[in-house]
C-alpha cells in the first residue's frame, strides 16, 4: 500500500469528526486528497441549508490528508472559505484538494468543493506547517 495510503488511513481511523460527517475518501496522495460526502439533516441550519461549518470541515479534513500524505506531520496554520453556492439536504458534495506549494516547512493547498450537478459550492484555501517528524506507518 502506498504511503499516502498509510498515512490516510491511521489519520481517518482516529478521526471521529471525519467519520460522523460520512466522509468517504474517493482518492490519497501525496499532496492530493479527494473526499466525497452527502448532506444529511442534522446538518442543516435555520435556512434549511446546510451550515457553513459543515463544508469548511470537509476542505480542512482533505487538506490535512493531503498534506500529511507525504508522510511528513503536518498542521495547518492558517484557512480561509469562500461559500459560493447554497447546499440542500441530500447533497452529494465532493472535495479536491491540490498542492499549490511546497518548501520545508511551509505548505498550501487549494480545495474546491463541487455539488453533484459539478457545480462550484465553496473555495478553500490551506496553509500547513510541516514539522520535522515522520507518520511511524
Request: aromatic share 8%.
Given at each position: 500500500?502506498?504511503?499516502a495510503?498509510r ?23 501525496a ?17 434549511d ?6 463544508t ?9 490528508f ?17 461559500h ?15 498542492e ?38
Amino acid at each position: 500500500m502506498e504511503l499516502a495510503s498509510r498515512v490516510v488511513d491511521r489519520m481517518y481511523n482516529n478521526d471521529p469528526f471525519s467519520k460522523w460527517l460520512g466522509i468517504e475518501r474517493v482518492e490519497d496522495g501525496a499532496g492530493k486528497s479527494v473526499l466525497r460526502m452527502t448532506i444529511r439533516e442534522e446538518m442543516l441550519n435555520g435556512f434549511d441549508i446546510a451550515h457553513g461549518g459543515i463544508t469548511y470541515a470537509l476542505a480542512d479534513s482533505a487538506l490535512a490528508f493531503a498534506s500529511n500524505g507525504h508522510g511528513r506531520m503536518s498542521v495547518s496554520v492558517e484557512t480561509s472559505i469562500s461559500h459560493t453556492e447554497s447546499l440542500k439536504l441530500g447533497d452529494v458534495i465532493t472535495a479536491t484538494a491540490e498542492e499549490m506549494s511546497i518548501s520545508n516547512k511551509i505548505a498550501v493547498y487549494h480545495i474546491t468543493i463541487r455539488r453533484q450537478d459539478e457545480k462550484v459550492v465553496a473555495l478553500f484555501k490551506g496553509t500547513v506547517y510541516r514539522t520535522s517528524k515522520d507518520w511511524d506507518v
